[in-house]
C-alpha cells in the first residue's frame, strides 16, 4: 500500500492562499470565526455592509458588533490574526460600533479559554513555521538590545508621566486590596521586594533593568545601602539620576546607562524588575551565569518577570512589531533548565496572577483620561496603538496566561532564612519606616 507523505506546513498555507484568490467573500475569516465563536456573539459587518453572525449562543457569554471596512482584512485577519487586528484598529479600518475593543477581546479571550485554545489546522500549519524562528526573534545581544528598548522606552518621558503612578513604576503592582490607588499598590511592590531582598545596613545592590529609579531609590531610603542601577534607556538614566538627587540619596544610588553583561564587580544583592522579559530564551544561560559571577557567595537575588502558565509559545507579533521588539514572556519550564545550569539555588518562587492586570487597568483608565494632550503629542495612530497595547494586555492577564512570578535565587541553599515567615516580619518593619520617613 502506497504510503501518502504528511503535508508540510507551507504547502498548507499556499493552498489554502490559492483557494483565498479564487473566493471574493468573507472567506477564509469566515471559516476562522466559525471556529473560534462558540461561546457569546459575534456580528460583523463586512466591507459591503452586509452582516454575519457567529456564535449566536447570548445567554453564555457577551455579544460584539465588529466593523470591517476594507475587504483587505479578509484575507489578512485570518492569516496573521493578532498582527491585522491591532495594525487595523490602529489604522481605524477596525471598529466596535455600540461594542468597544475590550468587549471584543473578552469575547475571544473566552471563546479561547473554552475551547483550550486549539487553533485550527491552518494556524497549527503557521505556527510551526513560526516557532523555527522564534531563535531569530528574540536576538538581543549587546547593541542590539539597546536599539530595542529604546524603540519603547524613549519616547519620551512626558508620556510615561502622563499615565504611570508618582514614582514612574512601570511594571505590576502589588494591591494589598481591591481597591488600592496605583501610587499605593507600587509602594507595596517596592516594600514586598523589599523584605525579599533582606537588607542589611552596608549592603552593595545591584538594579537590572532599573527603569526610572523608583525602587533603587526606595531601597536606599528604607535601608543605609548602596545600590548601582542599570539601564539601556537614555530618557531613564537621565530622569533617575536626576530623582535621586532630589530624594537625596544620590551619594548611595548610582544609575548608568550600561548593560549588565559589562558589569565586573560583586554584590551583596541582585534586583530584576520588569527586564527579564526582553534578554529571550536563547540568552538564559548567558543571564543567569552573569548573575552566578556577579553574587555574592551569600548573597540573594530577585528576579521579577511576567511568565505565562502555558507550555513554550511565540510573543504575539503585533506587540513584538510595535511595542517590545525582541522581547518574550517564557514558561517556567524555560526558565528552571537555565538556573539549573548556572548552579543557582531556587530559595523561593510566588506567584502574582491578577494583580498586573488590575496595574494595566489603572494605566488604561488614566491614558484615556489625558488621551487629548497624548494625541497632540503624537498623533491618532500613536493613540490607538496604545489603547490596544493596553487593553489586550490587560486581557492576557485577566483571561489569558500570562502571570507574574517572583524567583529567589542564590549560591548557596541558606543564604535567606529557611522559613518564609521572615518576608511577613520584614513588611512590618517596612512599613514603619516608611511612616517615619517617606
Known sequence: MRRVS????????LRLESLIEEDGDMFPL??????????????????????????????????????????????????????????AYMDGT?????????????????????????????????????????????????????????????????????????GLFYSCAYFETDDASLEAAQRAKCRLVAAKLSLKPG????????????LAIYLAQMEDVHVLGVTLSKEQHALANERAKAAGVSDRVKFELRDYREIQQKFDRIVSVGMFEHVGV???????????ELISDDGVMLLHSIGHMSPPSMASPWLRKYIFPGAYSPSLS???????RSRLWVT????????YAMTLRHWHTRFEKSRAQIARMYDERFCRMWEFYLISAEMMFRTGAQEVFHLQLSRKRDASPIRRDYIFEALRQLKQREAERL
Open 6 to 13: 504528511p503535508a508540510k506546513p507551507l504547502d498548507v498555507c
Open 30 to 87: 469566515s471559516k476562522l470565526l466559525s471556529h473560534l465563536i462558540q461561546v457569546g456573539s459575534l456580528k460583523v459587518i463586512d466591507a459591503d455592509g452586509k452582516t454575519h453572525t457567529f456564535g449566536g449562543r447570548v445567554a453564555l457569554g457577551p455579544s460584539v458588533t465588529m466593523q470591517l471596512s476594507d475587504a483587505g482584512l479578509y484575507k489578512s485577519l485570518f492569516f496573521n490574526p493578532e498582527l491585522a487586528a491591532g495594525e
Open 94 to 166: 477596525l471598529s466596535f460600533p455600540g461594542s468597544s475593543l475590550r468587549d471584543f477581546l473578552a469575547l475571544v479571550s473566552l471563546n479561547q479559554n473554552r475551547s483550550g485554545g486549539r487553533p485550527s489546522p491552518f494556524h497549527r500549519a503557521v505556527g510551526a513555521i513560526a516557532r523555527r524562528l522564534k531563535r531569530f526573534q528574540q536576538s538581543n545581544p549587546i547593541g542590539k538590545a539597546q536599539q530595542n528598548i529604546a524603540h519603547h522606552y524613549d519616547i519620551g518621558n512626558k508620556l510615561y508621566r502622563l499615565f504611570l503612578d508618582d
Open 203 to 214: 549592603q552593595k545592590i545591584l538594579d537590572i533593568g532599573s527603569g526610572w529609579g523608583g
Open 282 to 292: 536563547p540568552r538564559y544561560d548567558e543571564f543567569f551565569a552573569k548573575v552566578n
Open 334 to 340: 524555560e526558565v528552571f533548565p537555565a538556573v539549573e
Open 348 to 355: 523561593d518562587c510566588e506567584f502574582l496572577r491578577l494583580h
